[in-house]
């Protein structure tokens, strides 16, 4: 089964609205980290946002807020204001732990934003 | 400046041929990883290591192999054996307790 679901493959949005790209993941384990990451067309990852599963509010970092439903399990990344600028791949991804100790990144399959005048 | 380096940015190998492509980082990072990203698909991953010396099969380890010997490198060869090799591989590292993994700018492989 697949752990982090992104069901968006492309989005498109006008300058200076926001916009939403959704995510969901599946885990049993309490513990894990919820990470949405930038990949321009030159292919850096860039990182954006972080959730712990513990915390208690939603992350806010900038232009960018995550919005966490736990018992959804969801993790929507919510983008104010847009950029062209912020026309990109966009992939969320969970950290869970190996086997055998250490944690691991598991992503979803990214969505395609485009920003247009 | 702290940061991951991988290189070259592009490789070309014939079929057939093993190649190693190179990550180096000065982030005194314990942790170090290597993904492969296929077009139009999220990151998987190759290989890990937790700690020098030491590194673990991900999710697709099959036609590749790695090494440890140093803190700062963790170089990935692509081997013959890897039957679908032409890829974009991405080298990443983090911190003991991280919240956040670091990546290298990418290498794309493509063999002829």
């Known amino acids: 089964a697949q752990k982090i679901t992104q069901t968006q493959p492309g989005m498109f949005v006008q300058e200076k609205e926001a916009v939403t790209l959704d995510c969901t993941y599946d885990t049993s384990d309490p513990s894990y980290g919820l990470f949405w990451y930038k990949q321009p067309s030159s292919g850096e990852m860039i990182f954006l946002i972080y959730q712990g599963s513990y915390d208690q509010q939603n992350a806010t970092e900038g232009r960018y807020s995550l919005n966490f439903q736990k018992a959804r399990k969801s993790a929507n990344l919510v983008i104010s204001a847009s950029q062209l600028g912020d026309s990109a791949m966009y992939f969320c991804a969970m950290r869970e732990a190996f086997t055998g100790g250490g944690n691991k990144l598991t992503f979803g399959t990214g969505t395609q934003l485009k920003v247009e005048l | 400046d702290g940061g991951i380096t991988q290189s070259p940015k592009y490789l070309f190998r014939k079929e057939g041929q093993n190649v190693t492509l190179s990550c180096e980082q000065n982030?005194?990072?314990?942790?170090m990883y290597w993904y492969r990203q296929d077009p139009g698909q999220g990151l998987r991953l190759i290989y890990y290591s937790q700690i020098v010396n030491d590194f673990q099969k991900g999710d697709i380890a099959e036609g590749y192999s790695v090494s440890r010997e140093k803190k700062e490198s963790f170089p990935l060869t692509v081997t013959s054996a890897q039957k679908n090799p032409t890829a974009f591989y991405l080298c990443?590292?983090?911190?003991?307790?991280?919240?956040?993994?670091?990546f290298g700018p990418g290498t794309r492989l493509t063999v002829l």
């Open positions: 982030l005194n990072h314990d942790a």
């Open positions: 990443a590292s983090s911190p003991s307790g991280w919240n956040e993994q670091f």
